[in-house]
């Protein structure tokens, strides 16, 4: 599975963006996906997931901000972001799982001014 995302960029406080990935691959539908950021000097986090049959889970930090979504004819899936703060500034990368299996997309920045 190879994943491409996109959307990210520059926003002000309060704005929105949403971030796509492209999964390539037959069998890229069966696997569970999700969002995880990673702010300079801090450790990638978990952002938010979405399994095969469309269970959705958030952090926290973004829960009632930011909405996981997928198109299995399109093998996509959707992060969108409202309400958003300069804290949620980072690289944000895309994830593919299913045991074994783990894969990364090559991550979209998104900064958020103040």
């Known amino acids: 599975v190879q994943l491409q995302a996109s959307g990210g960029g520059l926003v002000q406080a309060g704005g929105s963006l949403r971030l796509s990935c492209a999964a390539s691959?037959?069998?890229?539908?069966?696997?569970?996906m999700g969002w995880f950021r990673q702010a300079p000097g801090k450790e990638r986090e978990w952002v938010a997931g979405?399994?095969?049959?469309?269970?959705?889970h958030y952090a926290d930090s973004v829960k009632g901000r930011f909405t996981i979504s997928r198109d299995n004819a399109k093998n996509s899936v959707f992060l969108q972001m409202n309400s958003l703060k300069p804290e949620d500034t980072a690289v944000y990368y895309c994830?593919?799982?299913?045991?074994?299996?783990?894969?990364w997309g090559q991550g979209t920045q998104v900064t958020v001014s103040s």
């Open positions: 691959g037959r069998t890229a539908n069966s696997y569970a």
């Open positions: 994830n593919a799982k299913r045991f074994p299996y783990e894969y």
């Open positions: 979405i399994s095969g049959a469309g269970s959705t």
